[in-house]
């Protein structure tokens, strides 16, 4: 990371970055540059990771701020996105990185080994089957999600992760109207009320939105459906 990157980067947090931070940070970009040679983890060229990866995770660290310790899940993090990055900048937060491919969670243990991330935990497995297992039914404080399906089943996808009074964060770039519409009959069933989104320019005249979505109560006991039938509906 440049200067540069590293002065957008603290404007975007609101404060200054640590040196342990930036070499973090750095050596993320390296492992994924390199995991992108050897396994195409992502199809983001190197010149790009910084924006598109790191700068883009970091617009949810000031809404992830609280008192307390909390927990947060990134479901179907890739290649540990925004989950790494967050969890490098928020040392406090517990930082759950799942993902259904065995390939993406090998890379995630690697780095997390290699990068001596402490407060992050690897899960191989699929987000609507871990929501009906009792470690992580309504277990999280946080739930983050970028680039996963279209918003209706990302948020059945990650409800039954989120504790209530918790929030879900769905990171969107492309026009939202179509996906927001969508949503007046599914929030109830889901347990959830959408709040403020956030919205940001990533690149010029690309925007960028996180939907926010707090979890009103316990989700009833027969969600998330199975895959096949959310892919359906
Ligand atoms: N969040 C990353 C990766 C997005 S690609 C980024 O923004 O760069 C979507 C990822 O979700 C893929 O790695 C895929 O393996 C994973 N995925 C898809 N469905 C899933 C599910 N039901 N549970 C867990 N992971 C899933």
């Not at 983890?41 to 701020?65: C, G, M, N, W």
């Not at 949503?183 to 690149?203: G, I, M």
Request: with cysteine; aromatic share 4%.
């Amino acid at each position: 990371m440049n200067k540069n990157q590293i002065t957008v980067l603290a404007r975007v947090l609101q404060r200054e970055l640590l040196p342990e931070e930036v070499a973090k940070l750095q050596s993320f970009i390296e492992e994924i540059s390199l995991g992108n040679s050897q396994t195409n983890l992502t199809a983001i060229p190197k010149e790009q990771i910084f924006e598109r990866h790191i700068l883009d995770s970091a617009y949810l660290v000031p809404l992830l701020t609280a008192d307390s310790p909390r927990s947060l899940i990134d479901v179907g993090t890739g290649a540990g996105i925004p989950g790494i990055p967050i969890s490098i900048l928020l040392p406090k937060l517990s930082v759950t990185l799942v993902d259904s491919s065995l390939r993406k969670v090998d890379f995630l243990v690697r780095t997390g080994t290699k990068l001596g991330l402490k407060n992050v935990q690897c899960l191989h497995g699929r987000a609507e089957e871990l929501s009906h297992d009792s470690d992580h039914r309504e277990r999280y404080s946080f739930c983050t999600a970028r680039g996963l399906r279209a918003l209706p089943q990302l948020l059945e996808l990650c409800t039954g992760l989120v504790e209530v009074g918790g929030t879900i964060f769905a990171m969107k770039s492309q026009d939202l109207a179509d996906e927001a519409h969508s949503l007046a009959n599914l929030l109830p069933e889901l347990a959830l009320r959408k709040n403020e989104d956030s919205l940001y320019v990533l690149e010029p005249s690309r925007y960028h939105a996180i939907l926010t979505f707090e979890k009103l109560a316990p989700l009833s006991p027969h969600l998330p459906r199975t895959w096949k039938k959310i892919s359906r509906s």
